[in-house]
Nanobody
């Protein structure tokens, strides 16, 4: 499985972006997908995860209500809509995938495949 993240950029505080992660190689619809981020000087942290259906999503408390994860199985793509961005959201955002039935999907060790990351920079 190969993952290609895109959509990052420079945005002012309060702005929005839509991150995308395109997957190839295997049956995408069966995969749990996740987004993580790593800020400068910090460890990578969980942001959001989605199972095969959009009914099953979860978010880190720091982004709840501002970020929305979704997926289009026909396009083999998962999205992360990031709204009301804050300077502390500045980070490299990584998408991840696993075909295993893991729970809760909030730990790096649960994922087998990782994308290269896309940088989001939020200016104040």
């Amino acid at each position: 499985v190969q993952l290609q993240a895109s959509g990052g950029g420079l945005v002012q505080a309060g702005g929005s972006l839509r991150l995308s992660c395109a997957a190839s190689g295997r049956t995408f619809s069966a995969f749990r997908m996740g987004w993580f981020r790593q800020a400068p000087g910090k460890e990578r942290e969980f942001v959001s995860t989605i199972r095969w259906s959009e009914r099953f999503t979860s978010y880190a408390d720091s982004v709840k209500g501002r970020f929305t994860i979704s997926r289009d199985n026909a396009k083999n793509t998962v999205y992360l809509q990031v709204n009301t961005l804050k300077p502390e959201d500045t980070a490299v955002y990584y998408c991840a995938a696993t075909s295993r039935a893991v729970y809760p999907g909030q730990y790096e060790s649960e994922y087998s495949y990782w994308g290269q990351g896309t940088l989001v920079t939020v200016s104040s």
